[in-house]
Protein backbone atom coordinates (compact mmCIF):
# COMPACT_ATOMS: atom_id res chain seq x y z
CA UNK A 1 0.00 0.00 0.00
CA UNK A 2 2.52 2.33 0.95
CA UNK A 3 4.55 1.66 -2.25
CA UNK A 4 1.10 2.13 -4.06
CA UNK A 5 1.03 5.66 -2.21
CA UNK A 6 4.65 6.40 -2.86
CA UNK A 7 4.25 5.63 -6.81
CA UNK A 8 0.87 7.80 -7.09
CA UNK A 9 2.78 10.60 -5.39
CA UNK A 10 5.86 10.02 -7.62
CA UNK A 11 3.47 10.28 -11.09
CA UNK A 12 1.41 13.23 -9.41
CA UNK A 13 4.90 15.21 -8.97
CA UNK A 14 5.70 14.30 -12.44
CA UNK A 15 2.63 15.56 -14.38
CA UNK A 16 2.82 18.90 -11.90
CA UNK A 17 6.60 19.86 -13.25
CA UNK A 18 5.30 18.80 -16.69
CA UNK A 19 2.15 21.07 -16.48
CA UNK A 20 4.38 23.62 -14.95
CA UNK A 21 6.60 24.00 -18.09
CA UNK A 22 3.56 23.24 -20.48
CA UNK A 23 1.98 26.33 -18.99
CA UNK A 24 4.80 28.89 -19.45
CA UNK A 25 5.02 27.14 -22.81
CA UNK A 26 1.17 28.15 -23.73
CA UNK A 27 1.94 31.59 -22.67
CA UNK A 28 5.09 32.06 -24.93
CA UNK A 29 3.14 30.37 -27.85
CA UNK A 30 -0.07 33.28 -26.95
CA UNK A 31 2.85 35.81 -27.13
CA UNK A 32 4.33 35.24 -30.02
CA UNK A 33 1.29 35.40 -32.01
CA UNK A 34 0.35 38.46 -29.99
CA UNK A 35 3.66 39.91 -31.10
CA UNK A 36 2.65 40.06 -34.86
CA UNK A 37 -0.14 42.63 -34.26
CA UNK A 38 0.85 46.38 -35.21
CA UNK A 39 1.85 48.37 -32.16
CA UNK A 40 2.71 45.29 -29.90
CA UNK A 41 5.20 43.90 -32.07
CA UNK A 42 7.18 47.26 -30.58
CA UNK A 43 6.38 45.36 -27.24
CA UNK A 44 7.83 42.20 -28.66
CA UNK A 45 7.31 38.63 -27.56
CA UNK A 46 9.81 38.48 -24.53
CA UNK A 47 7.52 41.99 -23.03
CA UNK A 48 4.32 40.13 -23.36
CA UNK A 49 5.18 36.96 -22.32
CA UNK A 50 6.37 38.43 -18.89
CA UNK A 51 2.87 40.79 -18.73
CA UNK A 52 1.23 37.46 -19.81
CA UNK A 53 2.55 35.66 -16.83
CA UNK A 54 1.75 37.96 -14.04
CA UNK A 55 -2.08 38.73 -15.55
CA UNK A 56 -2.32 34.54 -15.41
CA UNK A 57 -1.10 34.92 -11.53
CA UNK A 58 -3.34 37.90 -10.41
CA UNK A 59 -6.52 36.52 -12.59
CA UNK A 60 -6.36 32.96 -12.03
CA UNK A 61 -3.50 31.82 -9.51
CA UNK A 62 -0.91 29.79 -9.70
CA UNK A 63 -1.17 25.76 -7.69
CA UNK A 64 1.36 25.02 -5.87
CA UNK A 65 2.01 21.75 -7.80
CA UNK A 66 3.35 23.94 -10.35
CA UNK A 67 5.90 25.46 -8.89
CA UNK A 68 8.58 23.05 -9.39
CA UNK A 69 7.98 23.45 -13.44
CA UNK A 70 7.99 26.90 -13.46
CA UNK A 71 10.82 27.62 -11.55
CA UNK A 72 12.64 25.20 -14.18
CA UNK A 73 11.34 26.99 -16.96
CA UNK A 74 12.20 30.19 -15.41
CA UNK A 75 15.14 29.45 -14.09
CA UNK A 76 16.99 26.71 -16.43
CA UNK A 77 15.51 27.25 -19.58
CA UNK A 78 16.55 30.85 -19.40
CA UNK A 79 20.07 29.87 -19.05
CA UNK A 80 20.33 27.63 -22.45
CA UNK A 81 18.06 29.98 -23.86
CA UNK A 82 21.14 32.43 -23.28
CA UNK A 83 23.73 30.12 -24.70
CA UNK A 84 22.09 29.76 -27.53
CA UNK A 85 21.34 33.56 -27.97
CA UNK A 86 25.21 33.54 -28.65
CA UNK A 87 24.52 32.55 -32.25
CA UNK A 88 22.99 36.55 -33.00
CA UNK A 89 26.42 37.38 -32.29
CA UNK A 90 29.41 37.73 -34.31
CA UNK A 91 32.39 38.90 -33.23
CA UNK A 92 33.98 40.10 -36.63
CA UNK A 93 31.26 42.52 -36.71
CA UNK A 94 32.11 44.12 -33.50
CA UNK A 95 35.38 44.31 -34.40
CA UNK A 96 34.64 45.89 -37.88
CA UNK A 97 31.82 48.49 -36.21
CA UNK A 98 35.44 50.32 -34.99
CA UNK A 99 36.67 51.35 -31.86
CA UNK A 100 34.45 54.21 -31.69
CA UNK A 101 31.41 52.42 -31.49
CA UNK A 102 33.21 49.60 -28.92
CA UNK A 103 33.88 53.08 -26.95
CA UNK A 104 30.45 54.31 -27.13
CA UNK A 105 29.12 50.85 -25.96
CA UNK A 106 31.80 50.70 -22.98
CA UNK A 107 30.91 54.29 -21.75
CA UNK A 108 26.91 53.70 -22.01
CA UNK A 109 27.13 50.76 -20.08
CA UNK A 110 29.67 51.95 -17.10
CA UNK A 111 27.64 55.14 -16.67
CA UNK A 112 24.20 53.40 -17.06
CA UNK A 113 25.10 50.59 -13.98
CA UNK A 114 26.52 53.56 -11.43
CA UNK A 115 23.67 56.18 -12.39
CA UNK A 116 20.87 53.67 -11.91
CA UNK A 117 22.17 51.99 -8.84
CA UNK A 118 23.27 55.20 -7.49
CA UNK A 119 19.18 56.31 -8.35
CA UNK A 120 18.54 53.14 -6.63
CA UNK A 121 20.40 53.64 -2.63
CA UNK A 122 18.88 57.29 -2.98
CA UNK A 123 15.66 55.67 -3.59
CA UNK A 124 15.89 53.02 -0.86
CA UNK A 125 15.49 50.24 -3.04
CA UNK A 126 16.91 46.90 -2.18
CA UNK A 127 20.67 46.47 -3.25
CA UNK A 128 20.30 43.87 -5.20
CA UNK A 129 16.90 45.22 -7.25
CA UNK A 130 18.90 47.84 -7.81
CA UNK A 131 21.73 46.11 -9.11
CA UNK A 132 19.93 43.92 -10.99
CA UNK A 133 17.92 46.96 -12.49
CA UNK A 134 20.68 48.51 -13.62
CA UNK A 135 22.50 45.78 -15.53
CA UNK A 136 19.35 45.19 -17.57
CA UNK A 137 19.13 49.22 -18.30
CA UNK A 138 22.43 49.15 -19.22
CA UNK A 139 23.35 45.69 -20.76
CA UNK A 140 20.56 43.60 -22.24
CA UNK A 141 17.62 43.59 -20.57
CA UNK A 142 16.50 40.47 -19.17
CA UNK A 143 19.23 38.66 -20.24
CA UNK A 144 21.60 40.44 -18.22
CA UNK A 145 19.06 40.49 -15.44
CA UNK A 146 19.43 36.81 -15.20
CA UNK A 147 23.01 36.51 -15.83
CA UNK A 148 23.75 38.37 -12.74
CA UNK A 149 21.37 37.34 -10.92
CA UNK A 150 23.15 34.55 -9.52
CA UNK A 151 26.32 36.35 -9.12
CA UNK A 152 24.51 38.59 -6.19
CA UNK A 153 21.87 35.95 -5.01
CA UNK A 154 19.01 37.10 -5.90
CA UNK A 155 15.85 35.78 -5.09
CA UNK A 156 12.37 35.46 -7.70
CA UNK A 157 10.81 38.40 -6.72
CA UNK A 158 13.95 40.33 -7.16
CA UNK A 159 14.43 38.30 -10.63
CA UNK A 160 10.63 38.65 -12.18
CA UNK A 161 10.94 42.49 -10.87
CA UNK A 162 13.64 44.23 -12.56
CA UNK A 163 13.53 41.88 -15.63
CA UNK A 164 9.70 42.96 -15.82
CA UNK A 165 10.61 46.58 -15.14
CA UNK A 166 13.37 46.64 -17.73
CA UNK A 167 11.11 45.17 -20.34
CA UNK A 168 8.62 47.61 -19.83
CA UNK A 169 10.66 50.68 -19.78
CA UNK A 170 12.24 49.47 -23.14
CA UNK A 171 9.29 49.47 -24.76
CA UNK A 172 8.15 52.92 -23.67
CA UNK A 173 11.40 54.20 -25.01
CA UNK A 174 11.48 52.21 -28.12
CA UNK A 175 8.00 54.09 -29.06
CA UNK A 176 9.27 57.70 -28.01
CA UNK A 177 12.22 56.63 -30.31
CA UNK A 178 10.31 56.27 -33.28
CA UNK A 179 8.07 59.24 -32.65
CA UNK A 180 11.66 61.55 -32.10
CA UNK A 181 13.52 60.18 -35.32
CA UNK A 182 12.40 62.99 -37.22
CA UNK A 183 13.29 65.75 -34.80
CA UNK A 184 16.62 64.43 -33.66
CA UNK A 185 18.95 65.60 -36.79
CA UNK A 186 20.61 62.25 -36.95
CA UNK A 187 21.26 60.18 -40.25
CA UNK A 188 20.57 56.45 -40.47
CA UNK A 189 23.99 55.74 -39.36
CA UNK A 190 23.91 57.41 -36.12
CA UNK A 191 20.28 57.13 -35.33
CA UNK A 192 21.40 53.22 -35.52
CA UNK A 193 24.46 54.08 -33.50
CA UNK A 194 22.26 56.06 -31.37
CA UNK A 195 19.65 53.57 -31.00
CA UNK A 196 21.77 50.22 -30.44
CA UNK A 197 23.77 51.99 -27.45
CA UNK A 198 20.80 53.25 -25.62
CA UNK A 199 17.75 50.85 -25.53
CA UNK A 200 17.43 47.66 -23.80
CA UNK A 201 16.47 44.41 -25.70
CA UNK A 202 17.75 43.34 -29.54
CA UNK A 203 13.77 43.33 -29.90
CA UNK A 204 13.39 47.17 -29.42
CA UNK A 205 16.18 47.86 -31.16
CA UNK A 206 14.95 46.46 -34.03
CA UNK A 207 11.66 47.58 -33.71
CA UNK A 208 13.28 51.43 -33.08
CA UNK A 209 15.06 51.25 -36.26
CA UNK A 210 13.08 49.26 -38.97
CA UNK A 211 11.30 52.58 -40.04
CA UNK A 212 14.28 53.96 -40.52
CA UNK A 213 15.63 51.26 -43.03
CA UNK A 214 17.98 48.49 -43.69
CA UNK A 215 21.35 50.42 -43.02
CA UNK A 216 19.97 51.90 -39.62
CA UNK A 217 18.94 48.08 -38.41
CA UNK A 218 22.02 46.39 -39.22
CA UNK A 219 23.93 49.19 -37.51
CA UNK A 220 22.09 49.40 -34.38
CA UNK A 221 22.06 45.58 -34.05
CA UNK A 222 26.06 45.79 -34.10
CA UNK A 223 26.18 48.27 -31.74
CA UNK A 224 24.04 46.12 -29.30
CA UNK A 225 25.30 43.53 -29.34
CA UNK A 226 28.79 45.02 -28.71
CA UNK A 227 27.04 45.85 -25.35
CA UNK A 228 25.58 41.96 -25.10
CA UNK A 229 29.70 40.93 -25.28
CA UNK A 230 30.12 43.25 -22.14
CA UNK A 231 27.49 40.96 -20.21
CA UNK A 232 30.72 38.63 -19.61
CA UNK A 233 33.18 40.70 -17.77
CA UNK A 234 30.10 42.83 -16.17
CA UNK A 235 28.71 39.38 -14.56
CA UNK A 236 32.85 38.21 -13.95
CA UNK A 237 33.25 41.59 -12.05
CA UNK A 238 30.05 41.67 -10.21
CA UNK A 239 30.66 38.30 -8.71
CA UNK A 240 33.68 39.11 -7.69
CA UNK A 241 32.63 42.58 -6.07
CA UNK A 242 29.44 40.58 -4.79
CA UNK A 243 31.55 38.07 -2.94
CA UNK A 244 34.10 40.17 -1.15
CA UNK A 245 31.02 42.32 -0.08
CA UNK A 246 29.51 39.26 1.69
CA UNK A 247 33.26 38.32 2.82
CA UNK A 248 33.20 41.86 4.57
CA UNK A 249 29.58 41.73 6.05
CA UNK A 250 29.94 37.85 7.55
CA UNK A 251 33.36 37.76 9.86
CA UNK A 252 32.53 34.10 10.26
CA UNK A 253 32.63 32.76 6.80
CA UNK A 254 36.17 32.26 5.37
CA UNK A 255 38.54 34.14 3.45
CA UNK A 256 37.38 35.24 -0.53
CA UNK A 257 38.94 33.44 -3.20
CA UNK A 258 38.34 32.58 -6.73
CA UNK A 259 36.94 29.22 -6.14
CA UNK A 260 33.91 30.96 -4.17
CA UNK A 261 33.05 33.41 -6.66
CA UNK A 262 29.58 31.81 -8.87
CA UNK A 263 30.79 30.70 -12.40
CA UNK A 264 28.38 31.83 -14.97
CA UNK A 265 28.86 28.94 -16.67
CA UNK A 266 25.87 29.92 -19.38
CA UNK A 267 27.32 33.33 -20.27
CA UNK A 268 30.73 31.18 -21.05
CA UNK A 269 28.36 29.10 -23.09
CA UNK A 270 27.02 32.37 -25.08
CA UNK A 271 30.55 33.42 -25.47
CA UNK A 272 31.15 29.89 -26.94
CA UNK A 273 28.36 30.03 -29.19
CA UNK A 274 29.33 33.74 -30.20
CA UNK A 275 32.56 32.12 -31.28
CA UNK A 276 31.19 29.47 -33.46
CA UNK A 277 28.86 31.81 -35.40
CA UNK A 278 31.72 34.07 -36.05
CA UNK A 279 33.71 31.13 -37.77
CA UNK A 280 30.58 30.39 -39.90
CA UNK A 281 31.01 26.58 -38.96
CA UNK A 282 26.97 26.20 -39.01
CA UNK A 283 24.97 26.94 -42.13
CA UNK A 284 22.75 30.34 -42.06
CA UNK A 285 19.74 28.78 -42.15
CA UNK A 286 20.33 26.44 -39.43
CA UNK A 287 21.93 29.25 -37.26
CA UNK A 288 18.24 31.35 -38.06
CA UNK A 289 16.33 28.14 -36.50
CA UNK A 290 18.78 28.34 -33.35
CA UNK A 291 18.45 31.93 -32.77
CA UNK A 292 14.45 31.69 -32.86
CA UNK A 293 14.60 28.69 -30.62
CA UNK A 294 16.50 30.72 -28.18
CA UNK A 295 14.09 33.49 -27.85
CA UNK A 296 11.45 30.72 -27.44
CA UNK A 297 13.04 29.60 -24.71
CA UNK A 298 13.62 33.50 -23.50
CA UNK A 299 10.47 33.96 -24.02
CA UNK A 300 8.94 30.21 -21.68
CA UNK A 301 11.18 31.86 -18.84
CA UNK A 302 9.77 35.37 -19.06
CA UNK A 303 6.60 33.85 -18.75
CA UNK A 304 7.74 31.32 -15.74
CA UNK A 305 8.79 34.89 -13.70
CA UNK A 306 5.60 36.27 -14.45
CA UNK A 307 3.98 33.44 -13.13
CA UNK A 308 6.25 34.52 -10.11
CA UNK A 309 5.72 37.89 -9.52
CA UNK A 310 3.73 38.66 -6.54
CA UNK A 311 1.84 41.99 -7.71
CA UNK A 312 2.22 43.03 -3.83
CA UNK A 313 5.78 43.27 -4.01
CA UNK A 314 5.80 44.51 -7.31
CA UNK A 315 3.53 47.33 -5.92
CA UNK A 316 5.79 47.47 -2.87
CA UNK A 317 8.90 47.10 -4.85
CA UNK A 318 8.63 47.40 -8.50
CA UNK A 319 7.59 51.09 -8.61
CA UNK A 320 11.09 52.90 -6.87
CA UNK A 321 12.96 50.41 -9.36
CA UNK A 322 11.08 51.17 -12.41
CA UNK A 323 11.48 55.32 -11.14
CA UNK A 324 15.05 54.80 -10.95
CA UNK A 325 15.81 52.68 -14.31
CA UNK A 326 13.05 55.36 -16.27
CA UNK A 327 15.72 58.14 -15.08
CA UNK A 328 18.18 56.06 -15.98
CA UNK A 329 17.51 55.71 -19.28
CA UNK A 330 16.47 59.06 -19.99
CA UNK A 331 19.93 60.03 -18.94
CA UNK A 332 21.02 57.60 -20.74
CA UNK A 333 20.01 58.52 -23.86
CA UNK A 334 20.72 62.10 -23.46
CA UNK A 335 24.58 60.42 -23.04
CA UNK A 336 24.21 58.32 -26.22
CA UNK A 337 22.73 60.94 -28.43
CA UNK A 338 25.80 63.57 -26.99
CA UNK A 339 28.38 60.79 -27.76
CA UNK A 340 26.79 60.41 -31.29
CA UNK A 341 27.39 63.92 -32.12
CA UNK A 342 30.82 64.27 -30.52
CA UNK A 343 32.28 61.34 -32.37
CA UNK A 344 30.59 62.64 -35.30
CA UNK A 345 28.67 59.55 -35.73
CA UNK A 346 25.51 61.29 -36.69
Known sequence: MNQLSALQHERKKTLGFALGIALPLILALLAKFVSGFPFLCIMGQLVLAILFGMIWRAVLGVPSYLTHGISFTSKKLLRYGIILLGMRLSLKDIIQAGPRVVLISIISIVFTIFTVYGLARIFKIESRLGLLTACGTAICGAAAVVAISPQIKANDDEIAISAATVAILGTIFTLAYTFLYPFLNLTALGYGIFSGATLHEIAHVIAATEPVGKQAVDLAVIVKLTRVTMLVPVAIIIGIWANRKEQRENSNSEKSSWKSV?????????????????????????????????????????????????????????????????????????????????????
Do not use: E, Q
Not at 265 to 280: C, D, E, K, P
Not at 308 to 337: Q, T
Open 262 to 346: PLPWFIIGFLLMSTVNTLHIIPAGITDKIVFAAYFLIAMAMAGLGLNVDIAAFRRMGMKAFGAGFIGSILLSCLGFLLVKLFNLG
